[in-house]
């Protein structure tokens, strides 16, 4: 590859040190600015051919510089790089012209793969025009790798305005994400309207979805718009999409070729300017093998597909949706601040949620009222959510044990059983205590110790650990 600029704008030396020499090994020519006024200057006289940014940095900000860069120099593509992975973040960048959005601490593999596409892109395409995002909705929560993952996705599509299918099990939050699809779009201005399939009787669904005239049918004394003539210039998301009849498939095929469409019994053609998001939690591809669902109406909503993942495939953010919601329940319910233990809040994290994250605010709104104290316990949960959780599987740690053992005996370490069970115990200790508050005789009963062996115990590891 002949050498192709690319500078790299962040304040955390060692971020520029490590990106530096992964792009300089795959054939890039780096160069380093602390800040962004400093590789504006630069830009006077010089012009990379892509650019990282990082985005908190004192003075100017990286989304700032791309804002800049955006005015000055628009062909130029810039990456953005931040710890911030929550979707306003993604989509402010992605909105402000951004090539791609690497999330912080980030994979150098695929630094250098961004660098490779934004070097190879033809560079014609102008940034999307700046646009305040609306606000006051439901934030997504979670910090998991999955649903970093998703914002990011989120961010990318949603400017485009391209057909998205959000698919995952019930109470996932597909309508959550279907609303910040609309709000970071650049149609956040217009309507989103919600129209759930599965909920709305077949028969009626055609009026609701496209209007009805007087009289178009029994029962239809005024005239009535539907769905589409609401969502007009906006998002229209159609939820549980997978339930929709053949019939209506079919229709709605036709207007989203169309574009325009008749109410029931009307003969005024109605332009239909209308984003469809549909969602689903059964397996469409299946429908269409089975004949339940068109094929070419599939093709026409998927032209991007978002997953989320089943809230026991990421427990990693049970904790802090527990406690948002518990917080912001007691709130409403004015019943005072609450908190739950963390024995409490590792029971929940056991758990498998069929409902998902619906299920898991519906707890906390009960919590909120019923459970008497300030702090919420074990024995506060219902007992159901008790008796379903897992017993949990050792494999993991001792997959990770075996790990650390092939690498402590390839290198020779000495005393490697008495650092392995320091290492157990403390472990073991801090986890019961942890648990309990740092109340020993509890602790102690849930290990199955006596409490003089745990503070035994407790003294020789404390004596063990590392400093
Ligand atoms: N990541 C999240 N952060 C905060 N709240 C969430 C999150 N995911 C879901 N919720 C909340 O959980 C509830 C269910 O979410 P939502 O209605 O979006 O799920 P859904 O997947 O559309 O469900 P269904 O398939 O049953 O229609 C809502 O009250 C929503 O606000």
Same mark, same amino acid.
């Given at each position: 590859m002949s050498e192709t600029a690319a500078w790299i704008v962040d304040d955390d030396r060692s971020v520029r040190v490590v990106l530096g020499a992964a792009l300089r090994e795959a054939g890039f020519r780096p160069r380093e600015f602390a800040d962004a006024e400093a590789a504006l200057a630069a830009l006077e006289t010089d012009e990379p051919d892509v650019l990282f940014t990082d985005v908190? =940095? !004192? +003075?100017?900000s990286g989304l700032k510089l791309l804002e800049r860069i955006g005015l000055r120099e628009p062909r130029i593509p810039v990456v953005v790089m931040s710890a911030f992975t929550d979707v306003a973040s993604t989509a402010s960048a992605y909105r402000l012209g951004a090539f791609d959005y690497l999330p912080k601490p980030f994979d150098l593999d695929q630094a250098v793969a961004a660098a490779r596409r934004a070097a190879s892109t033809p560079r014609s395409t102008p940034p999307a025009p700046p646009l305040a995002a609306a606000s006051g909705e439901p934030e997504l929560i979670g910090g998991s790798a999955a649903m970093r993952e998703l914002y990011r996705a989120i961010g990318r599509v949603a400017a485009s305005g391209l057909g998205v299918l959000i698919t995952g099990e019930? +109470?996932? $939050?597909k309508e959550l994400v279907a609303r910040a699809l609309h709000r970071e779009? &650049?149609?956040?201005?217009q309507p989103f309207v919600a129209l759930n399939t599965a909920a709305i009787p077949a028969e009626l669904l055609e009026s609701e979805l496209f209007g009805h005239e007087i009289g &178009?049918?029994? $029962?239809?004394a005024r005239r009535h718009a539907g769905r589409f003539e609401q969502a007009e210039g906006g998002t229209l998301f159609l939820d549980e999409? @997978? /339930? =929709?009849?053949l019939a209506l498939q079919t229709r709605l095929l036709r207007v989203l070729a169309a574009g325009e469409f008749y109410r029931v019994g009307g003969r005024e053609l109605i332009r239909a300017d209308v984003r469809i998001v549909a969602a689903t939690h059964q397996d469409l591809d299946a429908k269409v093998a089975r004949g339940e669902f068109r094929a070419d109406l599939l093709h026409r909503l998927d032209v991007v597909r978002l997953h989320l993942p089943a809230l026991r495939e990421r427990r990693d953010d049970i904790p802090a949706l527990a406690e948002h919601f518990l917080g912001r329940a007691a709130a409403v319910a004015g019943s005072g601040a609450k908190r739950f233990s963390p024995a409490a809040l590792g029971a929940l994290r056991a758990? /498998?949620?069929? @409902?998902?994250v619906r299920q898991l605010e519906n707890l906390c709104r009960r919590l909120a009222v019923l459970?008497? +104290?300030?702090e919420i316990g074990? $024995? /506060?949960?219902p007992p159901s959510l008790l008796a379903d959780a897992? *017993? !949990? *599987?050792p494999s993991g740690w001792s997959a990770a044990l075996r790990a650390w053992a092939d690498r402590a005996l390839a290198a020779g370490t000495a005393n490697l059983h008495a650092q392995a069970l320091t290492e157990f115990e403390r472990v073991l200790l801090d986890a019961a205590l942890a648990a309990h508050r740092g109340h020993r005789q509890h602790a102690a009963k849930a290990l199955g110790l006596g409490r003089n062996t745990l503070t035994r115990k407790l003294g020789s590891s404390r004596r063990k650990r590392p400093s």
């Open positions: 908190r =940095m !004192p +003075g100017a019930t +109470g996932t $939050g779009s &650049a149609r956040a201005r &178009a049918f029994t $029962g239809a999409i @997978g /339930d =929709m009849p758990y /498998d949620w069929p @409902g998902n459970a008497p +104290g300030r074990v $024995g /506060d949960l897992p *017993e !949990p *599987e």
